[in-house]
């Protein structure tokens, strides 16, 4: 089968395509034919090994796994013996090492059922942005109906899902974009606009029960600046290869249990994780129309390198595509 690997951290050039053994799933997992997956931040850091801790657990010279890719819709080919709940030509979507690739396998626990009406671009979609989302307005904010939302980043592949969930949930919500984004971002469902380049949001007489900040060219002192006595700010990453995308959020939840007596606020930061249930929630979302995945553009296989150089200039508008095969849903 054909797959991208890398053996050596860098920019997207050291990424080739190469015919590999097809996988063989482990006794709890499945062989996924991939139909559809995404591009995240996940990957380019992972490829390029930033910020440098990260190598902590990739690997300190040279990467330990050299395939990428994490989000995936597509058939099931095989499943493993102690698998239960899928079986050969189950349509399925989630998350799995090495979805860059015509095959990737899956652990039982990390994929749901595709529905019929949910096509496998929007199912691809829908795995590390919508669980990132999901996770960190009801379990992290614990968000209710009537509060106000800020998502700084609200056109990129994260941000348009904080939109569309966090008016589910029954939020006020104002987004800041870039001017060619304003309409789109007010299409998903934003009550209110912010052209960054005409009005600095951190500079408002406005304050914000939850800001989501999926860029991360604020400083923390800044966005605590409108944020309410009580509020809740969540960093999730931004930026290109050169920022050290954690380190703003670490730094605020250290400031954040050192300043606890003083302070009523609270910066958190986020990474997704698997679940099964939550992917049944976003899929169910999208079957009913409640949110709509947006998809910038869709690369065939071959061309994920320059995929990933258009996710890393930082304007991309919702999600990012890569498409082993052509699919109709």
Known sequence: ?????????????????????KPVPKEDELLIKVRAASVNPYDWHFLRGTPYFLRLMAGLRKPKEIRLGADLAGVVESVGSKVTQFKPGDEVFGMAKGAFAEYACAVEAAVCLKPAKVTFEQAASLPIAGLTTLQGLRDKCQIQAGQNLLVNGAAGGVGTFVVQIAKWFGAEVTGVCSARNVELVRSIGADHVIDYAQEDFTRSARRYDLIYDTVGNQSLSACRRVLAPTGVYVGIG?????????IGPIAGMLATALLAPFRSQKVLGLIAKRSHE?????????????????????????????AIRYLEQGHARGKILIAPQESNG
Request: a negative charge; aromatic letters at 8%; proline letters at 8%.
């Open 238 to 246: 931004g930026g290109g290869p050169d920022v050290h995308w954690m």
């Open 1 to 21: 089968m054909k797959a991208f690997v890398y053996r050596t951290y860098g920019s997207p050039d050291v990424l080739t395509l190469e015919e590999i053994e």
């Open 278 to 306: 939550d992917l049944k929630i976003l899929a169910d979302l999208v079957q009913k129309c409640a949110i709509a995945p947006v998809i910038d553009r869709s690369y065939p296989l071959s061309e994920l390198p320059a």
